[in-house]
């Protein structure tokens, strides 16, 4: 089954909220900085939302 550009285009917004989840509340918890964490708090749940929503 062939991805079409749409498919690619979530899956890519999707992986890439998650990648910036993974580097955004480490780093806020490591230098103590509560934006990075709500930051990296909403890009998850974003993803998570997307995932949610969308199923190819």
Do not use: N
Not at 1 to 10: C, I, P, Q
Not at 15 to 38: E, M
């Amino acid at each position: 089954m062939k991805d079409t550009d749409l498919t690619r285009g979530v899956r890519h917004t999707e992986y890439a909220l998650f990648l910036a989840a993974v580097l955004l509340i480490p780093a806020g918890a490591v230098s103590d900085s509560w934006w990075l964490i709500g930051v990296g708090a909403w890009a998850l749940i974003a993803g998570g939302v997307i995932e949610m929503l969308y199923r190819p």
